[in-house]
């Protein structure tokens, strides 16, 4: 069988030849769940912590102009700003899965919130570049516990048929939080925005009382009886919740068979397939070029002879709708499909950006239009795919056992891929305008490629049947 078509096909089958491992007693049939009102509000409340993380991505593109003057930075320095978002997501990135395992995913969201505080405070009463510097470095270990935590959560308290629907959530509300900062700093100054960024923390601190832990985390802790009744809480009273426990219990089981939760346990050759794909994702999301264009979208404004506050109302619109958009495409067409979309489609955009750039000295009103058509095209399609798709593939193809250090190696892929994008990105537009987005849409044709040989179709599945047999993907 080909690469492709084997890619195709369902990730994982039962393995049912295990000795250690066997189906619960439903025989692998599928139970559909209803959304209850708390199953919505504990998603909601867990989102948010990706409503300020979107929030933190974008502020520095409106804001850019206004540091500037104001601290008398050079552009290599807001460059280093810029970039210090990735620094802090590397951080984050090594203390996320050891985090979310010894604390609960709760508890975290709790310590997410105090390092955006911390760092919006930073910022905002900064007089010197290194506090600012500081505060940018806060927020990204922020938004890299986020990245784990808030899909982790999210897909371990909602039921497979409402799964891939509910994880979207996440990646609408960081589409939101963009949109907000850029529609909010259209009219208001750099410290002022900064201070409104600490509210949706504010709110969310006060929410989290009111939403349960993860129910794997609890069964996996050894905390019995609050699982269940977390798990009722989260299906409905009425719910038959036993064959769902049963199997969750079962799998809890199975996986204190296996090794602990170490680093090293990720590089053996059952797992080589699923580091792959999610190595290969995580670096996808950024060498398209997303922190260029999120980062430091008023520079690339100027550039293209866009007006600020119409292009960026413009961006904030496109935003919210391609990312409600996913919500409901994503449990219609697939992970996969859309991933296929999404890469051809920032292609696109980044093929119009670049090109419209290269005409920018005819001083023609139809070439800014091309260069904001070009912007919108590339958002709207990483929006439909790219944004969110990647982190939910990643919450569904690793087993417990080596979950968290599987997070965190992604969570570093992504922040370093970030890192070196949003450091580099305005060197290389001194470079060449047009080649800098020629080069990201290379990569998105790499993704194109990538996506079609090697990424499976999860929709449907149990994280239950996904990860009981994710050493049989290289069969």
């Known amino acids: ?146 990245s784990y935590v808030g899909n982790i959560f999210i897909a371990e308290i909602t039921p497979k048929n409402l799964r891939g629907g509910l994880m979207t959530f996440n990646p609408w509300m960081t589409g939101s939080g963009v949109a907000i900062v850029y529609l909010i700093g259209s009219v208001v100054k750099w410290r002022g925005l900064a201070l409104i960024g600490s509210i949706p923390c504010l709110l969310q601190i006060l929410c989290l009382f009111f939403i349960p832990e993860s129910p794997r985390w609890l069964v996996k802790n050894g905390r019995e009886k609050e699982f269940e009744g977390v798990l009722q ?48 994702l995580m670096a ?17 404004f100027v550039l293209a002879g866009i007006s600020s506050k119409p292009g960026y109302v413009t961006l904030a619109i496109v935003k919210i709708l391609s990312t409600t958009m996913a919500i409901f495409l994503i449990d219609k067409f697939g992970r996969r499909t859309l991933l296929m979309v999404s890469a051809a489609g920032t292609c696109l955009g980044s093929l119009l950006t670049g090109f419209s750039l290269s005409l920018q000295q005819d001083h023609h009103y139809w070439i800014s239009s091309l ?70 849409a290379g990569v998105s044709v790499f993704g194109f490629l990538f996506t079609v040989m090697l990424v499976p179709e999860t929709k449907g599945r149990s994280l239950e049947e996904i990860q009981a047999s994710v050493t049989n993907v290289l069969h």
């Open 284 to 300: 996808l999301t950024q060498f398209s070029g997303l922190p260029g264009y999120t980062f430091y979208m008023t520079n690339l």
């Open 233 to 280: 809480r989260l299906r409905g009273k009425k719910a038959d919740i036993s064959p769902e426990a049963a199997e969750i219990k079962e799998y809890a089981e199975f996986i204190q068979l296996l090794s602990e939760n170490k680093i090293l346990d990720l590089f053996q050759k059952k797992y080589a397939r699923p580091i792959i794909v999610a190595v290969g």
């Open 1 to 146: 069988m080909g690469e492709s078509e084997q890619a195709r096909r369902p990730l994982l089958v039962a393995n049912q030849e295990d000795p250690h491992y066997h189906q619960s007693s439903n025989g692998g049939v599928d139970r559909n769940s209803s959304a209850t009102g708390f199953l919505v509000f504990s998603t909601i409340v867990a989102a948010t912590c990706s409503f300020t993380s979107g929030y933190c991505i974008g502020y520095s593109s409106p804001a850019e102009y206004g540091v500037l003057a104001d601290l008398s930075l050079s552009l290599a320095e807001y460059s280093v700003f810029g970039s210090m978002l990735a620094v802090g997501g590397i951080v984050g990135a090594l203390m996320s899965g050891k985090t979310a395992d010894y604390f609960g995913h709760r508890t975290t969201m709790w310590i997410i919130n105090v390092f955006f505080i911390l760092g919006w405070l930073a910022i905002a009463f900064t007089k010197v570049s290194w506090l600012l510097d500081l505060g940018r470095l806060l927020q990204g270990i922020g938004i890299a516990l986020t």
């Open 371 to 440: 260069a904001l058509m070009g912007v919108s095209v590339y958002f709207i399609s990483f929006n439909l795919g790219i944004s969110g798709i990647p982190w939910i593939i990643v919450s569904e193809i690793f087993p417990v056992n080596v979950k968290g250090s599987a997070g965190s190696l992604c969570n570093l892929i992504y922040w370093f891929s970030s890192w070196v994008v949003s450091y580099t990105f305005n060197f290389l537009l001194e470079w060449s305008s047009t080649g800098t987005f020629i080069i990201f």
